[in-house]
């Protein structure tokens, strides 16, 4: 490095530049790149220093770039990981080389494990391949609740993005599925599709989404209707006369099935109220008609084909909380009056 330390206690008088700073490339006769690799139980790390031999025989050394990584959750012993950190100081300097406009002349790697050195000088015995990949199980549109829980939506704040969420999961579970050759993405297995989703695709993850908390909610409704009997006289459904349609969702019967309306105005989809994708419903239809009040949201949430139990108060009280509806209905401030002048208090 910049100068040979021979005893430790030189440590507390050894400084060395934050960043590399370097010099004129004539005044530069030897480049060469220190990569330092280290691991934890918590984390893997590397680092990448770069030394210049300059004409007049002194060297500069200097920080190039650095890189972290979290240990996976599931628990590795540190040889393992001190060979994680190793390929992460050789992927480090490639990238460093690719990137940097200076010709290298060589490059240096360092690690503190025995482990490392003894297994790349190993001829005859090698490790599996390691790959932390998430276990994925194929998601199809008739999940239990033991494998699409509901308490997860929680997480996102908007019906957009919990149902392209969503959407992708059952594409990949699809993609399981499908041989190469009918493939759409051209991948298969756990990946990031960019590609753009189909209305198909979010109406099949809507529906996904809706049946698994009416399943989580009404267990006791859905299973008086499949077995032809008659509903809990204390349910909120009673009064309904729901039933379940092709796509196993529920929907409120009624008197209207002659009426020259839409199927979905006609037997709108039962919504549980206290649950939060009703939250996120009344606020995404709430945004769509740019936040012109309660009866405009409510008219809104049925066009749409959505029955949400306790509908009218679960409006009220999301516009109650719309910062937006805030600004656009608060009262004109009326600023406070300066003092008379003494002009104007004179006799």
């Known amino acids: 490095m910049a100068r040979k330390l021979t005893n430790l206690t030189q440590l507390e008088s050894f400084a060395m530049e934050e960043w590399a700073k370097i010099p004129q490339e004539t005044c530069m006769q030897h480049r060469e790149f220190h990569v330092f690799s280290d691991a934890s139980s ?12 300059n004409s007049n025989g002194t060297n500069q050394t200097g920080l190039v770039m650095g890189r972290a990584k979290l240990a996976p959750q599931t628990e590795h012993l540190i040889p393992r990981l001190e060979l994680c950190a190793a390929v992460l100081a050789i992927e480090l300097a490639e990238l460093v080389t690719l990137e940097i406009d200076l010709k290298i002349d060589g490059t240096t790697f360092y690690t503190d494990s025995k482990v490392v050195l ?73 990946h990031l599709c960019e590609q753009t989703h189909t209305i198909t695709e979010l109406a099949r993850s809507k529906n996904a989404i809706i049946r698994a908390v009416q399943e989580e909610t009404y267990i006791q409704e859905i299973s008086s209707i499949k077995n032809n009997t008659e509903i809990q006289i204390n349910s ?58 309660r009866l405009f949201t409510e008219r809104a949430i049925h066009t749409a084909g959505y029955w949400i139990i306790g509908g009218k108060r679960c409006v009220s009280m999301i516009i109650h909380h719309c910062v937006t509806c805030r600004k656009l209905r608060s009262p004109t401030q009326i600023q406070k009056m300066a003092d008379l002048p003494i002009d104007r208090l004179s006799t």
Do not use: M
Request: positive net charge; aromatic residues 10%; contains cysteine.
């Open 42 to 53: 918590k984390a893997v790390a590397a680092v990448v220093y770069l030394r210049v031999t």
């Open 236 to 293: 909120v459904l009673k009064t309904l006369d729901p039933f379940i349609d092709e796509d196993g969702l529920l929907r409120v019967s009624g008197r209207i099935k002659r009426a020259k309306l839409e199927d979905n105005e006609k037997h709108p989809i039962i919504i549980p109220g206290k649950h939060h994708i009703a939250t996120l419903l009344i606020r995404h239809h709430h945004e769509e008609v740019r936040h012109q009040g």
């Open 118 to 190: 003894g297994y790349i000088y190993n001829e005859t015995r090698r490790f599996y391949v390691y790959r932390d990949r998430p276990e994925v199980s194929t998601l199809s549109t008739s999940s239990s609740n033991a494998q699409f829980s509901t308490h997860r939506f929680t997480r996102f704040s908007t019906w957009k993005s919990l149902n392209r969420a969503i959407s992708c999961l059952i594409h990949i579970s699809f993609t399981y599925q499908k041989t190469g050759s009918t493939l759409t993405c051209g991948h298969k297995g756990w």
